[in-house]
């Protein structure tokens, strides 16, 4: 049952990651693709009725994951103290941006919230990132289940390491390339014309940094954290994650090249889910990982709560969930097609 | 007071008294969008659907504000309350991700569909999506509210060997009894937030001599909301929840109500300054022997005073909660009195031209707001020295890594950022009032 629990959390935030990020990742590339107020304005369109409820699954899955594995949260959230503050801080100021940003006409007050809005999301990606990163090195847990982390120490993944080492960094860094090729896709497919075609050459380009970077971390993953190889020979059926994240990735070019902007996009988001699940599978039966003695890991089977509350909680999630998703058809299909560049006179 | 305990203890009050300012008015303001709509599907009138647009406009900014400040929440739990989160996230992260599962996707679909849908629905399918948007948002505050009442009174529960406390009852935990008085207590004020904001925008337009026919219908459906809403808060729902605490929590009766020893018949202070040092109330004007009767019904009933409890169960802060709670009650009862002069004003047909009576109603809109927060202080300092009342205390459940240091760095984070985000906030408010309503369509 812990471990059914452990698959819908994994799912829930696979499905925060790939909704949030392409709006985060519509943020980064906000300021380079848009070049006046009407195509500014066209990518907050694109995303303005869906980007609010894409942060409901943040708020979904923090919640699942804490009546599942309170323990997990518990130490989780404190340990990473400081880092998680500063993220509230930026989705406060990246959701205002969203929002404000239209109730006045003045350049002054567009350009302001445009830098916060790119800034926000820009810098959201790379803590994801970086908490990912976390996650995978995993955190000197002490006896009692809790652990602090200083922002970085040496810079080396080793047992003293801070949140920021040159391991994270590079999963933070892969982080915001992701998501940068997956908010470009996501404009390219909501608009046309010139801001169409720059969005589709920031993916293009992006690829192409991509591919070093992906090949980088899944080196260095199983170098850091030997947990992962352990994992995929124990179910070797696994293997299917990677692979699937692989044809995503090679996807992502062939259809930008043969112009498919749904199918590119939907590789994207193939490409996310399978990196993200090939993590957790590869984490499992581990949710965070000890650096230093194994035996302090938090596991799927130590920090979940009583075998009533999981029962029970499948009752109602279940059908919640079914839910959620039709809604989330509902609103995407309402709000299909693609939003227009208005003429600068209007 | 470890002063660890005290920063975790502000900045979850602080977020928490800041961000409710929003959902209390979002939540109101739902009901009085329904019913605007319904009157304009009714009357078939446009009148309605432009008024509903201008309190859409003034919705969607609060929402906003209660959405982005609301995350924190969410988030705090684990942030600041690792060891209750560890102890109790098994029972209330149930209500919690059922909040998020069952209302946030449900409000924010709808929403979406409220403010941008409106002539793709057509009347009917738009009245529809407010409706949603009104369940989603008090749904919302069911699920808060089952979170706070088992806190306030845990029911439905077993406690492990290990000291977490798991959930052995789904339904236990949704129809605690505590829920049913603070639920429809809560909401209730919600409405009378919303109306008071409703009729104070009307109020202005009416005597500003702009935008009159639409200031009448604002300051209409506020009085006669809130005349209902505000009778309502005191009978039967603050009266039943006054009872329950009585039941459940005698000694934060006693020190709410600055009893300090049991009488036969005990009085009703309505001033007074309770000194914790010499036990007992400085300065009282107080009605005798109304105490038990509103308690009890029973003139000679006894209630019980702070010095029959030890004074390791007493509230850690009794000054603020005797006068938050004295405040939640002088503010209601001053509440009441305006609107139903109001409302009596309304029915002769002299209110619109009553300027003292609209000068009053335009400007008494902060009260509800202070009247919510101090009767939320009253509850959540009536519960300590418990964070779950009789489970675990308050200094049990802090973070045990997350140092004063760290803590006081991001209170003051939060005091700047909501600082800046109140202003704007404000700012947004004033232009869209200023601008008002958008005139009828020429056809």
């Known amino acids: 049952m812990p471990t059914l629990w452990f698959c819908l959390v994994a799912v829930m935030l696979a499905g925060y990651v790939i909704l949030d990020g392409f709006d985060i990742g519509a943020g980064i590339i906000h300021l380079f693709v848009a070049k006046n107020d009407a195509e500014r304005r066209a990518v907050l369109a694109s995303i303005g009725p869906v980007w609010d409820g894409n942060e409901v699954w943040l708020l979904a899955a923090g919640g699942t994951l804490y009546f599942a594995f309170p323990g997990l949260y518990a130490s989780s959230f404190s340990g990473f103290y400081l880092a998680l503050m500063i993220v509230l801080w930026l989705l406060i100021l990246r959701g205002i941006a969203i929002e404000f940003r239209s109730h006045l006409s003045s350049e002054l007050w567009h350009t302001f919230w445009d830098v916060i809005f790119a800034g926000a999301s820009l810098l959201l990606a790379i803590f994801y990132g970086t908490a990912l990163g976390n996650v995978v090195r995993g955190v000197p847990i002490e006896a009692d289940g809790y652990f602090f982390l200083a922002l970085w120490t040496n810079l080396q993944p080793g047992p003293d390491a801070g949140i920021i080492d040159w391991y994270t960094v590079l999963i933070g860094v892969t982080a915001l390339v992701a998501l940068t090729i997956h908010g470009a896709l996501w404009v390219a497919l909501k608009t046309d014309g010139d801001l169409q075609a720059r969005s589709q050459a920031v993916a293009r380009r992006f690829w192409f940094i991509m591919l070093p970077l992906v090949l980088a971390i899944s080196v260095t993953s199983f170098q850091v954290q030997p947990l992962l190889l352990r994992s995929f020979e124990t179910y070797p059926w696994g293997a299917i994650f990677p692979a699937l994240s692989a044809s995503g990735f090679i996807g992502v070019l062939l259809f930008l090249k043969r112009r498919r902007e749904l199918a590119a996009f939907l590789s994207s988001c193939t490409f996310i889910l399978g990196l993200l699940c090939s993590a957790a599978m590869g984490l499992y039966p581990n949710l965070l990982p000890s650096n230093g003695d194994a035996a302090r890991s938090l596991t799927v089977a130590s920090v979940s709560t009583a075998s009533y509350g999981l029962r029970i909680g499948l009752f109602w999630f279940v059908p919640a969930f079914a839910l959620a998703l039709a809604y989330s058809v509902f609103v995407y299909r309402h709000f299909a097609g693609k939003v227009g560049v208005e003429s600068p006179g209007r | ?443």
Request: proline share 4%; charged share 10%; glycine share 10%.
């Open chain 2, 1 to 443: 007071m470890d002063s660890a305990l005290a920063i975790h203890r502000l900045q979850f009050a602080f977020t928490v008294t800041f961000h409710y300012i929003f959902p209390q008015l979002t939540m109101g303001l739902a009901l009085l969008l329904v019913v605007l709509k319904t009157m304009a599907v009714r009357t078939g009138n446009e009148h309605y659907n432009q008024a509903a647009r201008f309190w859409a406009k003034i919705f969607a900014i609060n929402f906003a504000m209660g959405v982005v400040t609301g995350i924190p929440m969410e988030f705090q739990f684990g942030t600041n309350w690792a060891r209750f989160s560890k102890a109790a996230g098994g029972v209330i992260g149930q209500t919690l991700a059922m909040e998020g599962m069952f209302s946030f996707f449900l409000e924010s679909t709808f929403l979406g569909l409220f403010v941008y849908g409106e002539e793709r629905l057509g009347p009917r399918l738009h009245w529809f999506t407010s409706v949603c948007v009104f369940l989603g948002s008090w749904l919302s505050g069911y699920f808060i509210i089952a979170t706070d009442a088992w806190m306030q009174h845990p029911v439905g529960y077993a406690t492990g060997p290990d000291g977490a406390i798991a959930l052995s009852s789904l339904t236990g935990l949704l129809t605690n009894p505590w829920i049913l008085w603070q639920y429809t207590h809560n909401m209730l004020a919600a409405v009378v937030t919303a109306s008071f904001v409703m009729s104070a925008v009307g109020a202005f337009y009416i005597l500003a001599r702009r935008n009159v026919a639409f200031g009448q219908t604002f300051v209409r459906v506020g009085v006669i909301s809130g005349a209902i809403a505000t009778i309502l808060l005191l009978f039967p729902t603050g009266d039943q929840q006054g009872k329950m605490i009585a039941l459940n929590q005698p000694v934060t009766l006693a020190a709410m109500e600055g009893l300090f020893s049991a009488e036969n018949g005990a009085p009703l202070a309505l001033i007074g300054q309770p000194d914790t040092e010499r036990g007992r109330l400085d300065n009282v004007i107080a009605i005798p022997k109304m105490l038990s009767f509103l308690t009890y019904r029973r003139w000679e009933a006894e209630i019980k005073g702070l010095n029959d409890f030890p004074r390791d169960q007493w509230p850690d802060n009794i000054p603020l909660l005797y006068f938050s709670y004295h405040i939640m009650v002088g503010l209601g009862t001053l509440l009441i009195a305006v609107t139903a002069l109001s409302a009596i004003l309304l029915k002769l047909g002299r209110l619109y031209a009553s300027r003292a009576m609209l000068w009053i109603l335009m400007l008494a809109f902060p009260f509800p707001y202070i009247a919510t927060t101090a009767g939320w202080m009253t509850a959540e300092l009536g519960r300590q020295p418990w964070l779950i009342y009789g489970l675990m205390r308050t200094s049990e459940g802090t973070s045990a890594r997350v140092s004063a240091g760290s803590g006081i760095f991001t209170l003051l984070g939060f005091l700047g950022l909501y600082a800046l985000l109140g202003v704007l906030f404000l700012f947004l408010i004033w232009r869209e009032v200023e601008h008002g309503p958008e005139p009828a369509k020429t056809a």
